[in-house]
Every structure is written in structure tokens, then in C-alpha cells.
Nanobody
Framework: EVQLVESGGGLVQPGGSLRLSCAAS????????MSWVRQAPGKGLEWVSG????????YYAEFMKGRFTISRDNVQNTLYLQMNSLKSEDTAVYYC??????????????????WGKGTLVTVSS
């Protein structure tokens, strides 16, 4: 059974940092590109960042560049999102998601088939 479990969310002040983790199990983690997707209160899903199956390529939404860093540990089967210089508009539930197809270079090319339950990030003073 595929499982994705996010952690690391919480309350942080504007300008602060958080590191999100996503523990993966039930599939061959290093065969799949992965993504982070978020949903702000009252809004739709918004893709944040993705990483290729081998970690060689990373992708970011334009408004994330320079603040967030995605990475993965294919030994620990864990996906990470380091978030710096957080803003109030980053407040959202953050989900990790697994690509549908294996070994895609660009995450999400053929969609994402499994999602975690999310971790809430609240940026507020």
C-alpha cells in the first residue's frame, strides 16, 4: 500500500523557516518523480515544486524560486521542502504527491496518483 506522510508544518513568523518532510512507503521511491502541492484556505490546489526520480532535476513555481528548496533522500525514502523567508501568503496545507508514471524527468508529466494527507503551515506574527 502506497503511503505518503507529511510532517514538519507548524506556526512560524513571517521571515522564518520550516522544513517539511514526506515519508514514503509501499512503492519504489527512487523510481518516481515527486512534487509538493499546497492549498491555501479557501483556494484551490497550487503546485509548488517537483523533483525528478533521481533528484537530478528540480522545478519550482515562479513565485517560490529562491525561497524554497526541494530535495530527496532515496535511501531514507523521504522527500523534503526547505522553506525560507516565509510570507503570510505561504499559509496553506502542503501535500506531497507521487507521479503516476515512473522515471519521468519532469514531475507531473502524466499526473500524480497518490497524495499524503498534508501538513499545515501557518505564517503569522
Amino acid at each position: 500500500e502506497v503511503q505518503l506522510v507529511e510532517s514538519g508544518g507548524g506556526l512560524v513568523q513571517p521571515g522564518g523557516s520550516l522544513r517539511l518532510s514526506c515519508a514514503a512507503s509501499g512503492f519504489t521511491f527512487d523510481d518516481y518523480a515527486m512534487s509538493w502541492v499546497r492549498q491555501a484556505p479557501g483556494k484551490g490546489l497550487e503546485w509548488v515544486s517537483g523533483i525528478s526520480w533521481n533528484g537530478g532535476s528540480t522545478y519550482y513555481a515562479e513565485f517560490m524560486k529562491g525561497r524554497f528548496t526541494i530535495s530527496r533522500d532515496n535511501v531514507q525514502n523521504t522527500l523534503y521542502l526547505q522553506m525560507n523567508s516565509l510570507k503570510s501568503e505561504d499559509t496553506a496545507v502542503y501535500y506531497c504527491a507521487k507521479d503516476t508514471a515512473s522515471r519521468t524527468e519532469v514531475p507531473g508529466t502524466d499526473g500524480m496518483d497518490y497524495w499524503g494527507k498534508g501538513t499545515l503551515v501557518t505564517v503569522s506574527s
